[in-house]
Every structure is written in structure tokens, then in C-alpha cells.
């Protein structure tokens, strides 16, 4: 026997809105929302998820240009005649339903999924229980529809490349991004000290003022961390302290400048490419401070450290819990769930088009 459902359902379904694309280009122009039918009593292991909120993240929108190495499959559904694949890898959805061997969820249950490439970008779906995780409800749900991606590398960069200690040093770029917030809070709560550079703005000490309330050491400028004098106060800060992780996710002058930071035997990990400019590491450094550039990428961990998408969401989730990851600033793209096509399509434009303001969400009523 499946379980009730909400009040979205329609009769005996629910008109799910989606976004999809057909072919690779950028979102304004690819996008399109249709609606298919959802029946709304799921059958056997099949759970029927109402969105609650999914956010706009730099990968997804690498996917739908076709610059992502990790793409969902276009294939004929949801009516379509040709190909499509829905936008989005993250959020938070809630239980509306369960079919009758569905054993670990019940109506009303939060989840996120399990995997990368879900296609969260849509108002309901209909979803296998082992393809999705149940959250706890302890933390904001803006929290849980975006643990798995930013904080959780957050957490995995802080841990998996240098063995840091209480006291040590780390340096970032991209400071304000919703990592790099999260890299603060999670260095704050290792006793780890920071180093975040960030862009220089008109706004500077309104940021240098929230980064440093969320628990960042320093906050530098892009043109502090290109100038060799300012490299001096950055030693009197550390007291000659070896910095020993630079996580770089920005790449060109930006990186090499914050890699010239890093002390004896340091590791530069890169994780994303924002300015589009290579990563160019010195000769000298190589050779005379034994630097080691990696690379990190969250998605594929799952698969190449099992347990640790869970692992990492359990330890994230607690310093949640335990209010040391505060809410970041995040800005919320609301639509009722029984929206039309066109509202829903709205919704994501206008959190796409924002994107590059800061972290957006499409939350749904
Ligand atoms: N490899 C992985 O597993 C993994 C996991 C999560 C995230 N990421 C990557 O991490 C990066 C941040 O993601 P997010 O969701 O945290 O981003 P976000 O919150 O949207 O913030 C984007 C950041 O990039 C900065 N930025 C943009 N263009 C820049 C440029 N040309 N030069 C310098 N800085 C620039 C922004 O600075 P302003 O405020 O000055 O614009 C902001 O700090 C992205 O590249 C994303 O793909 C990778």
C-alpha cells in the first residue's frame, strides 16, 4: 500500500514541472520547463519527492554548456521527442509518498540524493529509494538542499591533503565563494588559521567584515596577495609559520601569487578554475620548496573513497548542528511547487542570472 501524499497532488497525479535541456549551451538559451504527469501513489520501491529547494551551483551550469566531465545522460523522457537531460545535481527534497516496499523512508521525510547528475532542477519526481539519502531535520533547509557540494569539499580539502594541526595555516582564493565560507568556518572549528584573498570591491570592509564574523583569520585583496611587500606582514601574521594547503579555485596570476605563499613541502589544491586562466606554478617553487599542486574534485570521491559522500555529510552536518557552519548568505528564488511551466522557468532564470551575485536557491511552497 503507498502512503498519502500532499496537497500538490492532482487526483490520482501531480503535474511535475522540470528543466531541461537538449543541447549544450548556455542556460538562457537551452533551458526550457515542461510539465509531465507524476502519478501520485508510487509503487514498489519508488518514492515521489516534492522539492523543496535546489541552488544554482558553478558545475551545473558547466554541465549544460557541455563543459562538465560528469554529464546525465540525454535521453527521450518526459515526453519529449528528442533527447533531454534535467538541470542541476543538488537539493532538498521532501517525501510526499512511498510506495510499499519502500522500507526507510515515510511521507514528510527530508532527503537529498545519494549521487551527482539527479537533475534536481524541477518542482517533483518521482525517485528509487537507494538513489536518495535521508537528512535529518536538525539543520536549515537551505543548509541540507547544499551540504553535499560546497561545504562537503570544504570539509574534504581541509582534511584529505595535509595533516593540519591546531595552530596551522591555510590560504584560499575565492574567500567569499560558499566553499570558501565554509573553508573558514570548518578551518575556525579545526583551530586551523586562514588566509582568504578575495576580490577588491567597493563594498571591501562590509565582506572583510562578515568573512572575519564567520571566523577567518585574514582577509587579503587579489593586489595585497600580488604584492611582494605585502608578503612580509603575511610572514608577521604566521610568525614564520610554513603555510601548508593553498585551495585554489580561481587559477591564473591569483593562484601563482597565493602559491608563492606557501611554505617548505606545502600543497596547492585546486578545485575549480573561475577566472578561466590556467594554473601556473613557478619552476623555483617546485624545485626549492617542494610544492605539491593536486587536484580535488568531490564528485568523483564517491566513487574513489566509498562511504565518504555520507561520511563527509554526517561531519558536516554536526558542525551544523553544533552551530560551527552557520547559514551562509544565500538568496532565495521562491515558486509555489503547482507553479505553471512558465513561473517555475522564471524562477531559475532569475536565480541563473544572479548567479555571479552570490549563492542563489530556487526554494519551492
Ligand atoms: N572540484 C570540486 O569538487 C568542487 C566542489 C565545489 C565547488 N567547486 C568549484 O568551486 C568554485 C566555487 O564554487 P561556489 O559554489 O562556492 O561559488 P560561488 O559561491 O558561486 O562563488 C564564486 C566565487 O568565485 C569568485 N570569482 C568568480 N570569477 C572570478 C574571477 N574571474 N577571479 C577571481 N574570483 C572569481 C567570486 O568572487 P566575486 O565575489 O569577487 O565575484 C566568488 O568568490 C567553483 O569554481 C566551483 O565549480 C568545485
Redesign the pocket.
Known amino acids: 500500500m503507498s502512503r498519502s501524499f500532499s496537497s500538490s497532488a492532482v487526483a490520482n497525479s501531480i503535474r511535475a514541472k522540470v528543466m531541461l535541456y537538449s543541447q549544450y549551451g548556455q542556460p538562457d538559451q537551452v533551458l526550457r520547463c515542461v510539465s509531465h504527469e507524476l502519478p501520485s501513489s508510487p509503487k514498489g520501491k519508488e518514492v515521489l519527492l516534492q522539492t523543496i529547494a535546489c541552488p544554482i551551483?558553478?558545475?551545473d551550469i558547466?554541465q549544460i554548456q557541455g563543459v562538465y566531465p560528469s554529464r546525465p545522460e540525454l535521453k527521450v523522457q518526459y515526453g519529449q521527442s528528442e533527447p533531454v537531460a534535467v538541470g542541476g545535481n543538488e537539493g532538498l527534497f521532501k517525501v510526499l509518498a512511498v510506495g510499499d516496499q519502500v522500507s526507510g523512508l515515510k511521507e514528510g521525510d527530508w532527503v537529498i540524493p545519494s549521487n551527482v547528475n539527479f537533475g534536481t532542477w524541477r518542482s517533483h519526481v518521482l525517485s528509487e529509494e537507494s538513489a536518495l539519502m535521508k537528512m535529518e531535520k536538525t539543520i536549515s533547509a537551505n543548509q541540507a538542499a547544499t551540504i553535499a557540494?560546497?561545504p562537503s569539499?570544504a570539509y574534504q580539502m581541509l582534511t584529505l591533503f595535509e595533516e593540519l594541526k591546531p595552530g596551522d595555516w591555510f590560504i584560499q582564493?575565492?574567500?567569499?565563494?560558499?566553499?570558501?565560507r565554509s573553508a573558514i568556518q570548518i578551518g575556525k572549528k579545526l583551530g586551523l588559521n586562514s588566509i582568504s584573498i578575495?576580490?577588491n570591491?567597493d563594498n571591501l570592509k562590509e565582506l572583510v567584515d562578515e568573512l572575519t564574523a564567520l571566523g577567518a583569520t585574514k582577509v587579503i585583496t587579489?593586489e595585497e596577495n600580488a604584492s611582494k611587500e605585502f608578503g612580509k606582514t603575511i610572514a608577521e601574521w604566521t610568525n614564520g609559520k610554513p603555510i601548508k594547503l593553498a585551495l585554489n579555485?580561481?587559477g591564473?596570476d591569483?593562484c601563482t601569487n597565493m602559491v608563492r605563499k606557501l611554505g617548505q613541502d606545502g600543497t596547492l589544491v585546486t578545485?575549480?578554475?573561475?577566472?578561466?586562466k590556467p594554473v601556473t606554478i613557478p619552476t623555483t617553487l617546485f624545485i626549492f620548496k617542494n610544492i605539491t599542486a593536486k587536484?580535488?574534485?568531490?564528485?568523483a570521491n564517491i566513487k574513489r573513497i566509498p562511504g565518504s559522500r555520507e561520511n563527509t555529510i554526517k561531519a558536516v552536518q554536526k558542525m551544523m548542528e553544533d552551530g560551527d557552519l552557520v547559514d551562509v548568505k544565500m538568496y532565495e528564488n521562491p515558486v509555489s511547487a503547482d507553479a505553471s511551466e512558465e513561473e517555475v522557468y522564471q524562477a531559475f532564470q532569475k536565480a541563473l542570472a544572479n548567479?555571479?551575485k552570490?549563492?542563489q536557491l530556487v526554494v519551492f511552497s
Open positions: 551551483n558553478p558545475s558547466n557540494v560546497n569539499s582564493n575565492g574567500g567569499n565563494s560558499q566553499v570558501g578575495v576580490r570591491r587579489e579555485c580561481v591564473g591569483n578545485y575549480g578554475g573561475m577566472s578561466m587536484g580535488f574534485w568531490v564528485s548567479s555571479n552570490g549563492k
